[in-house]
């Protein structure tokens, strides 16, 4: 028979930051706050930036073409967290190569904790603004 657990907090017994999952096969565990991605977001790149939808992001600013600095609602707790992404270029240029010649990157600066600077690339690496972008966070919130 199956169960429902309903609650709204759910915190660790010996460390209120550290709940341990059995793993798939039964036989190792994981952090469960390990696994969670901190923040994602996805965006419209070109002209008038706007989100469409995210976690943990105060804001984008558009920093120039192709560049764009995505702020967080919440801070990473350092600078070791994990950032991926992709992007769709602007199906509306005359672009007559595959999208596979685009690329999508966090920028070439350090991270930091309250934000982190991204870019849309043509492969010969100049900037080019992405008709969409879709970044993620992993690592520890402060």
Avoid at 62 to 85: K, P, Q, R
Wanted: glycine share 12%.
């Amino acid at each position: 028979m199956a169960s429902t657990l309903k609650i709204n907090t759910l915190t660790g017994v010996s460390t209120a930051g550290s709940i341990a999952v059995t793993g798939e096969g039964n036989s190792t565990t994981t952090n469960l706050q390990q696994g969670l991605c901190k923040m994602w977001i996805h965006f419209n790149g070109t002209g008038t930036i706007a989100t469409d939808d995210s976690l943990n992001s105060s804001g984008i600013t558009d920093v120039g073409t192709g560049a764009y600095t995505i702020s967080f609602t919440n801070s990473m707790a350092n600078t070791s967290y994990t950032v991926t992404g992709a992007g769709k270029e602007d199906t509306s240029s005359s672009h007559t190569g595959s999208s596979a010649d685009r690329t999508f990157r966090p920028a070439r600066v350090p991270l930091a904790t309250g934000d982190v600077k991204v870019i849309g690339a043509n492969m010969d690496t100049s900037f080019r603004d992405l008709e969409e972008v879709y970044t993620v966070l992993h690592g520890d919130l402060a």
